[in-house]
């Protein structure tokens, strides 16, 4: 096939499913998906223990840290730190490893459409 065929629609069009079968595209969506996947399993084990603990380890979770600061407002605080520390974490990913590859791939596609 010519690159013609596989880069545009029959239509004149840009053909999105060769672009998103492409191997640029297709290490785009790997680098999101081995950053997104395990820290999105790890938050869940993180957030599901905090709420079996608090459910069945009162006790453990009713002991006192510091005056009327007990483990379990201290764990529950750290739910709001961790969602904001993978949120930082991931734009920072984004913006070093996977916006420089969406850039290249937008570019491209722009080209593309402004010549057909």
Do not use: C, H
């Not at 223990?49 to 380890?57: D, H, K, M, Q, R």
């Amino acid at each position: 096939m010519s690159e013609s065929q596989t880069d545009t629609a029959p239509s004149g069009g840009i053909d999105y499913v060769a672009v998103e079968e492409s191997p640029r595209f297709v290490e785009l969506k790997r680098r999101q998906r081995s950053f997104v996947f395990p820290l999105s399993i790890a938050f869940l084990v993180w957030y599901f223990t905090f709420v079996l603990l608090s459910s069945f380890a009162s006790e453990f979770m009713s002991q006192p840290v510091w005056g009327n600061i007990n483990v379990g407002l201290l764990l529950g605080l750290g739910q709001f730190v961790t969602t904001f520390a993978i949120t930082m974490g991931y734009v920072a990913y984004a913006n070093r490893k996977l916006d420089p590859i969406a850039e290249e791939l937008r570019s491209e596609l722009e080209k593309k459409e402004a010549s057909a």
